[in-house]
């Protein structure tokens, strides 16, 4: 066994621990010692210093420019222009003519309008009722007896206001046809007698027929 290699790796071995033990004593120093002169640096107050403005010395006193001469030109030359004044013509004379009156115009005065004449009334489309144009309707007169009412309608055609034809129509008739033709014949008897102006085209007429009348 060889003590002498044995020393040798000791003695390294210690040396190695010592270095890194001076190392690590080096580097605590210097943090501790930075670390001391921050915390001092910061606690120290802050001094503000006003530096004033150096204002420059103003310049010496120079006389103000002379004013510009100022001349104003001569007025432009304006030839007067000839203007030739020419003279009117003497009026020609008046010469007055004597006119003789004329004789005076006799006065007619005019004819008066001629009468405005309405127009006839528009004819209506289609029968209307006698009673609508119509002036003079008599009543019927009816000498029969019956017992039920009767309803009948006549259709009149009308020439200058005259009953020309009628036409009748039974709506409604009466039971005893003896009584009826009675009746037509009375109701016929009275519408030829209607006078209706000057009227001309067809006119209806209802009659309603009840007994006792």
């Not at 044995?6 to 270095?19: H, Q």
């Not at 103003?58 to 007067?80: E, M, S, W, Y």
């Not at 001309?200 to 009348?213: A, D, N, R, Y």
Request: glycine residues 6%.
């Amino acid at each position: 066994m060889d003590f002498a290699q044995d020393g040798k790796a000791g003695s390294r071995t210690t040396a190695f621990i010592l270095v890194v033990g001076i190392h690590f004593l080096m580097i605590w120093a210097i943090v501790s010692g930075l670390a001391t002169k921050i915390v001092k640096k910061i606690a120290e107050p802050i001094e503000t210093q006003v530096i004033e403005e150096v204002k420059p010395p103003p310049p010496p006193d120079t006389p103000p420019p002379p004013p510009p001469d100022l001349k104003a030109p001569p007025p432009p030359f304006v030839p007067i222009p000839e203007v030739a004044i020419q003279t009117a013509a003497p009026p020609p004379p008046i010469t007055i003519q004597s006119q003789q009156a004329a004789p005076p115009q006799e006065f007619k005065p005019a004819p008066p309008p001629a009468p405005v004449v309405a127009p006839p009334p528009p004819r209506p489309a289609g029968p209307i009722q006698a009673k609508v144009v119509c002036t003079k309707m008599p009543l019927p007169e009816i000498s029969v007896d019956f017992d039920s009412p009767g309803e009948f309608e006549y259709t009149l055609t009308l020439k200058n206001g005259r009953v020309a034809a009628a036409q009748v129509k039974v709506i409604r008739g009466v039971p005893d046809r003896r009584a009826q033709r009675a009746i037509i014949q009375a109701l016929d008897a009275a519408v030829r007698q209607y006078e209706c102006g000057s009227y001309e085209g067809e006119v209806t007429q209802p009659f309603l027929v009840k007994p006792g009348e």
